[in-house]
């Protein structure tokens, strides 16, 4: 089975401060992803990458970075967090190769800027 | 840019009855795939269904379907004999069959099952 884990399941941060939320798949896949999960907003693209120390922009990349300097592990970098960052983040990862591919979804973050 | 829309916030039903999610979406694209997720409370996101566009027929698994209507762009996802284990959040979503392999979400729909 894919597996996907994030680093921490809660995190309480304070405003400003610099924020890594990690993120690491098993089965070798390409594709790596960052959304944020908002209540009447569904899921919101961060980042994605499709290969080491490839990073594209989502929907919403504002105020985040990202960094895969190995192909299982992708990080989301909060570089200054602000209250409006409080939400859920969701990694998923999967394969380039395949032609109707799965995303396969870690547990979330749950991230409180206070 | 394509957009994806679920109407009903939340939905509720019996044990053991059937119970319909609706789901539409907007594109100029003729080629893409949708996906119905399921994110069970506190748990992990999980793949319910899926469904090619070039495909007339209603993709199915097990107790779940869809009911594909490209004309409509519409793309529902139907439960039938509902179970307590059926209860979550439903994610509706698109992919382009062309270009970055990302996901377009609706906004999710929650279905709560009565005993």
């Known amino acids: 089975d894919v597996k996907v884990t994030q680093s921490s399941r809660y995190l309480v941060k304070r405003t400003g401060e610099k924020v890594f939320l990690e993120c690491v798949q098993d089965m070798d896949h390409e594709n790596m992803f960052w959304y944020r999960q908002d209540p009447g907003l569904g899921l919101r693209l961060i980042y994605f990458?499709?290969?080491?120390?490839?990073?594209e922009k989502g929907d919403i990349p504002e105020g985040y970075s990202v960094s895969r300097e190995k192909k299982e592990r992708f990080s989301l970098i909060l570089e200054s967090a602000s209250t409006n960052q409080t939400s859920m983040y969701l990694c998923a990862s999967s394969l380039i190769s395949s032609d109707i591919y799965e995303q396969y979804f870690g547990p979330g973050t749950r991230l409180t800027v206070t | 840019a394509q957009t994806v829309t679920q109407s009903q916030p939340e939905m509720s039903v019996q044990e053991a009855e059937t119970v319909t999610l609706s789901c539409t979406y907007d594109t100029s694209e003729s080629d893409y795939y949708l996906f119905w997720y399921k994110q069970p409370p506190s748990r992990q996101m999980i793949l319910v269904i899926r469904?090619?566009?070039?495909?007339?027929q209603n993709a199915t698994e097990n107790r779940f379907s869809v009911n594909f209507q490209k004309a409509a762009k519409s793309f529902s996802l139907k439960i039938s004999d509902s179970q307590l284990g059926d209860a979550a959040m439903y994610f509706c979503a698109y992919r382009s069959a062309s270009g970055a392999q990302k996901l377009v979400f609706g906004q999710g729909t929650r279905l709560t099952i009565n005993p």
């Open positions: 469904q090619e566009a070039y495909k007339q």
């Open positions: 990458s499709y290969d080491v120390k490839m990073k």
